[in-house]
């Protein structure tokens, strides 16, 4: 399924099953099947049509929302070799280590409430009539250490436009792990029909304004005192990149 596409629904049952499931990010079969108390043979029907219809994935018996958001992609570079790859449930708790990891070092302050949406939705990927947002992550032997994330705003006026953030844990900058992960953002959200992404940082984050503005993004705007650091008040930068 696109993320461009809204979800909607056959039946009911078909509904309250893609609900439960696109909230927790995966859910065990067996157990979407107790808590919708749903007759087995409605649950089957509907099960088959969210399928069928490319709504939902089962896994062997996990189930998640099936979003077209990708291959994985492997780098090498002077013996450094790294994958660039839509994000998995899975990859819940190295997302938010890194995360965390990022914006200690540096003020960041979307990607920080980022973080703490993820932590409260328990959720990394998420697609309903509401909202959407995407991930993709870069791994090192399978752990996570950089990510980029699109949100995607799903009422219609504001559907051509996009937020990115970006970020990688300090040990593994400065080897093009952060340039790679915007490049497979901004080729998404291009292929998908968006023609701006914009990314917000405080004007005290020089090294994010530096990487940025050295990859065609421009400022658009300036948001006076938006933020509180310590005791100081802080500017927002806005900035864009139009495709």
Same mark, same amino acid.
């Given at each position: 399924?696109?993320?461009?596409?809204? $979800?909607?629904?056959?039946?009911?049952?078909?509904?309250?099953? /893609?609900?439960?499931?696109?909230?927790?990010?995966?859910?065990?079969?067996?157990?979407?099947?107790?808590?919708?108390?749903?007759?087995?043979?409605?649950?089957?029907? +509907?099960?088959?049509?969210? @399928?069928?219809? =490319?709504?939902?994935?089962?896994?062997?018996?996990?189930?998640?929302?099936?979003?077209?958001?990708? %291959?994985?992609?492997?780098? %090498?570079?002077?013996?450094?070799?790294?994958?660039?790859? $839509? +994000?998995?449930?899975?990859?819940?708790?190295?997302?938010?280590?890194?995360?965390?990891?990022?914006?200690?070092?540096?003020?960041?302050?979307?990607?920080? %409430?980022?973080?703490?949406?993820?932590? /409260?939705?328990? +959720?990394? #990927?998420?697609? #309903?009539?509401?909202?959407?947002?995407?991930?993709?992550?870069?791994?090192?032997?399978?752990?996570?250490? =950089?990510?980029?994330?699109?949100?995607? $705003?799903?009422?219609?006026?504001? @559907?051509?436009?996009?937020?990115?953030?970006?970020?990688?844990?300090?040990?593994?900058?400065? *080897?093009?792990?952060? %340039?790679?992960?915007?490049?497979? +953002?901004?080729?998404?959200?291009?292929?998908?029909?968006?023609? @701006?992404?914009?990314?917000?940082?405080?004007?005290? #984050?020089?090294?994010?304004?530096?990487?940025?503005? #050295? *990859?065609?993004?421009?400022?658009?705007?300036?948001?006076?005192?938006?933020?509180?650091? =310590?005791?100081?008040?802080?500017?927002?930068?806005?900035?864009?990149?139009?495709?």
């Amino acid at each position: 399924m696109e993320t461009s596409e809204r $979800p909607t629904f056959e039946t009911e049952a078909g509904e309250e099953i /893609y609900r439960y499931v696109e909230r927790h990010g995966t859910a065990a079969r067996h157990r979407v099947r107790t808590v919708t108390s749903l007759p087995p043979e409605t649950f089957q029907d +509907a099960l088959k049509q969210l @399928k069928d219809r =490319g709504y939902l994935e089962d896994d062997g018996g996990t189930l998640r929302v099936a979003l077209e958001v990708g %291959s994985v992609e492997a780098y %090498s570079s002077d013996g450094f070799e790294y994958v660039v790859r $839509p +994000a998995r449930q899975s990859d819940f708790e190295g997302l938010i280590d890194t995360i965390r990891d990022v914006t200690a070092e540096d003020t960041y302050i979307v990607a920080e %409430s980022i973080a703490e949406q993820l932590l /409260y939705e328990d +959720a990394v #990927n998420r697609h #309903n009539t509401a909202e959407s947002r995407v991930f993709f992550v870069a791994t090192v032997e399978g752990d996570v250490v =950089g990510w980029s994330h699109l949100d995607l $705003p799903q009422l219609d006026k504001l @559907k051509s436009t996009a937020q990115l953030t970006v970020g990688v844990q300090e040990a593994f900058q400065g *080897r093009g792990v952060g %340039s790679r992960l915007v490049e497979r +953002a901004l080729e998404w959200a291009e292929a998908n029909g968006y023609r @701006k992404v914009y990314n917000s940082v405080p004007t005290t #984050n020089d090294e994010a304004l530096d990487f940025l503005e #050295n *990859r065609g993004w421009e400022t658009e705007g300036v948001r006076k005192d938006h933020y509180t650091i =310590g005791d100081d008040y802080v500017d927002e930068v806005m900035l864009a990149y139009t495709f």
